[in-house]
């Protein structure tokens, strides 16, 4: 069986959010996933640095807004918790219907 292949948003741009690219990525080459990395969404475009993988931002925030009807599932690619936590409850409530996928390596045992 053949799965339709969904667009996975990661939310941050730094070290955790390009470890989970990777992941995804190695994820992507299982037959059983269904995910697809689409880019990095980032809360202030102002903020990247030379850590942030800035060729893979799609844009900020609002971007999500406007093209929300294009992604299938966010993930949380924050370390530090308090943003962490104030990004994901802001997104989770305004937009219920994306899915936050539980992303684990094969590997893992």
Same mark, same amino acid.
């Given at each position: 069986?053949?799965? $339709?292949?969904? +667009? !996975? ?8 959010? =390009?470890?989970?690219?990777? /992941? ?9 996933? *269904? ?5 990095? !969404?980032? &809360?202030?475009?102002? =903020? ?5 993988? #800035? %060729?893979?931002?799609? %844009?900020?925030?609002?971007? /999500?807004?406007?093209?929300?009807? +294009?992604?299938?599932?966010?993930? !949380?690619?924050? %370390?530090? *918790? ?6 994901? #409850? =802001?997104?989770? $409530?305004?937009? *219920?219907?994306?899915?936050? *996928?539980?992303l684990v390596?094969? &590997? $893992? &045992?």
């Open positions: 069986m053949t799965r $339709v292949r969904r +667009s !996975l948003v990661i939310l941050g741009a730094a070290g955790m959010a =390009q470890e989970l690219r990777w /992941l995804i990525e190695e994820l992507s080459t299982e037959a059983d996933s *269904p995910w697809d990395f689409a880019g990095y !969404l980032v &809360s202030d475009l102002d =903020q990247l640095t030379d850590l942030d993988d #800035r %060729g893979r931002v799609l %844009g900020d925030l609002v971007w /999500l807004g406007d093209h929300c009807d +294009s992604v299938d599932g966010l993930v !949380l690619g924050i %370390g530090t *918790p308090g943003p962490r936590l104030t990004v994901g #409850r =802001q997104l989770a $409530v305004a937009h *219920p219907d994306l899915e936050w *996928p539980v390596h094969p &590997s $893992v &045992s």
